[in-house]
């Protein structure tokens, strides 16, 4: 069994140090890492076509790459490895990625580039900043890597999970819970400052709060100690108003 590792956090992060630690190990498995080499969070699906790339070599035998999470797998599963994982997970980010965050996330944004290309792909995510228990979030990844490969879901049909875990030692750890992801309220407003030029600047501001975090999402789920798990796709198709808009087209044309 092979296995891709990326993240957006770059290759020195300690969740990826920690994706690698807990999953080097497991019997009949290679794992290699291609990262980012500086940070690139909020990246979500960003790809390098303007500049070429270049890939180095860390010491400890991470591979860096001047670029994107979605560039390093897209590389990786393009040429640079020479052969297809069977399985390619993203983390640990440095933060959770729940709800809207998806749509932004690097570390869903390179496990979303192996899915596309057909192989199925974690990405994993520790709910607090700071690295707080990230070697308990490294256990949870390798029990749900031995559990895919244990039941064979690698062979199917490719798949998308969001996992995210809190920042718990690992015996304190609630079940992982299948969710729907929340959602946030719209971000908190541009901080703006004054450059040394006097020219304004502007500063992406934090996530909203979460606005939808009932029952049965990973916002409430985490909140409440478990580890969640989201089922993703990729189709943006507003699949439920399709006949609405098919209407609407047709009275226009008509
Ligand atoms: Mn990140």
Redesign the pocket.
């Known amino acids: 069994m092979k296995i891709l590792i990326s993240n ?2 770059g290759f020195q992060a300690p969740g990826i140090v920690a994706l690698y630690d807990a999953l080097k190990d497991l019997p009949d498995v290679e794992v290699e890492v291609v990262a980012p080499e500086h940070n690139n ?1 909020a990246k979500s699906n960003a790809l390098t076509l303007a500049a070429p790339l270049y890939v180095h070599l860390a010491h400890n035998g991470f591979r860096y790459v001047t670029g994107t999470p979605a560039d390093c797998v897209h590389i990786a599963l393009k040429g640079l490895l020479g052969y297809r994982p069977d399985l390619v997970v993203s983390g640990i ?3 959770a990625n729940m709800g809207d965050d998806t749509i932004y996330s ?2 869903v944004g390179a496990a979303m580039e192996a899915y596309l290309f057909g192989i199925p792909a974690i990405a994993f995510s520790q709910i607090e900043k700071g690295w707080a228990h990230v070697d308990a979030a490294g256990q949870v990844a390798r029990r749900l890597v031995e559990q895919v490969r244990r039941e064979r879901m690698l062979e199917g049909a490719p798949w998308l999970l969001n996992v995210n875990v809190p920042n718990r030692p690992f015996d304190e750890l609630k079940p992982v819970r299948v969710c729907r992801l929340g959602r946030r309220h719209a971000a908190e407003k541009v901080i703006t400052q004054d450059s040394p030029r006097g020219e304004t600047m502007y500063w992406i501001a934090g996530a909203g709060g979460a606005k939808d975090s009932g029952e049965g999402t990973d916002f409430h789920a985490t909140a409440a100690g478990h580890v969640s798990l989201t089922p993703l796709q990729i189709d943006l198709t507003d699949h439920a108003n399709l006949v609405h808009w098919r209407d609407s087209v047709a009275r226009l044309a008509g």
């Open positions: 957006d956090d969070s980010n440095n933060g690097g570390t």
